[in-house]
């Protein structure tokens, strides 16, 4: 099968994925054989490239935003069913013993183990995964535009759910990608007035044709207090101005899974009356499925780009400097 593998990371400039035949891979007990529709293309595919998340494995095979369908059965699987068509997400899989796991905190699983980076993914014609970790894609989407509900949306959603924000709440959105373009649908659908801060013109636009009420840069003050916020850029900088725009009893979640280092925050200006500051880490297979059953429900609408496999380099590349509207899609069939 064709795959773009990543041998040892390097900055996408350098063009580090090298486009290759390979064995497709059979799936062992437990698991399906997806044949890969699309992949999506995520900010945390670029911190495997480029060495800011640790390989876990040499060579690897990055992409956990997948849709394709059932080509194949391993042992013991009843559904879904061959022909069915499924997403292949982040969250590969967990212990199910743990104490996290016990508790239904499964992204918190110390053996949790993830899509394109514990194991081969996407960028691929075919991905293997464990039957309970796929999930069923709703009816009404086009493969590239379920592709990005199954990690921008998901940890959108929960970084919502971790926010606190309540129905009729002021929101801020910090960094306007794939996941944000997504996160604001859901909270518009909640009756939220959310406030958008992107240093993009073209962001800010398409968060105002999404229902944003203001738009400006991270060095602008909302109009009013934000009763909770998200940090979706990886840019540890934005901490504090996010935390100065929060109403009291205000809460902000950072939703990346790498972020650069976050400056000295001063007590009295960031934290006092009772702001909170919290991450984000993963998702659990809940938060999937609730996700993608508002999807079909309000419905949300993905923007994508859509690029053939072979440009998942140059794709990268677009991501890492903002050039994406919405999400980046590859197409892989």
């Not at 991270?218 to 009013?224: I, L, T, V």
Request: proline letters at 8%; glycine letters at 10%.
């Amino acid at each position: 099968m064709r795959a773009m593998v990543l041998d040892a990371p390097a900055p996408v400039e350098s063009e580090p994925l090298a486009l290759r035949d390979v064995p497709a891979p059979r799936p062992a007990a437990g698991e399906v054989l997806v044949r890969v529709a699309v992949c999506g293309v995520c900010h945390t595919d670029l911190h495997t490239v480029e060495g800011d998340l640790p390989l876990r494995r040499r060579p690897v095979i990055p992409g956990h935003q997948v849709v394709g369908t059932v080509a194949a059965r391993g042992e013991g699987v009843a559904e879904p069913a061959e022909g069915a068509r499924v997403g292949v997400a982040w969250l590969r899989e967990t212990c199910g013993r743990c104490r996290f796991c016990r508790q239904g905190r499964e992204n918190l699983c110390p053996d949790a183990r993830f899509t394109g980076l514990d194991a081969d993914g996407g960028y691929a014609e075919h991905v293997v995964a464990p039957a309970a970790f796929v999930y069923a894609v709703p009816a009404g989407f086009a493969d590239e535009q379920a592709a990005p509900l199954l990690c921008a949306g998901i940890i959108g959603y929960r970084a919502l759910v971790r926010s606190g924000i309540r129905p009729g709440g002021r929101l801020g959105l910090y960094g306007f990608g794939a996941s944000a373009h997504v996160t604001i649908q859901v909270a518009r659908h909640w009756g939220c007035e959310v406030c958008v801060f992107s240093r993009d013109p073209a962001h800010l636009a398409l968060a105002r044709d999404l229902g944003a009420a203001w738009t400006g840069t991270a060095a602008d003050r909302p109009p009013q207090p934000l009763d909770a916020a998200i940090l979706f850029a990886p840019a540890g900088a934005l901490v504090p101005p996010a935390l100065e725009a929060l109403d009291a009893g205000g809460t902000l979640a950072l939703a990346g899974i790498h972020m650069s280092d976050i400056p000295p925050l001063a007590y009295d200006r960031h934290l006092y009356r009772e702001r909170t500051l919290t991450s984000v880490t993963a998702a659990t297979r809940e938060d999937g499925r609730a996700l993608l059953d508002l999807a079909a429900r309000i419905p949300l609408r993905t923007e994508t780009q859509t690029f053939p496999l072979t440009e998942a380099n140059g794709v990268l590349g677009m991501v890492k400097r903002s050039e994406v509207r919405g999400a980046a899609v590859l197409r892989v069939a």
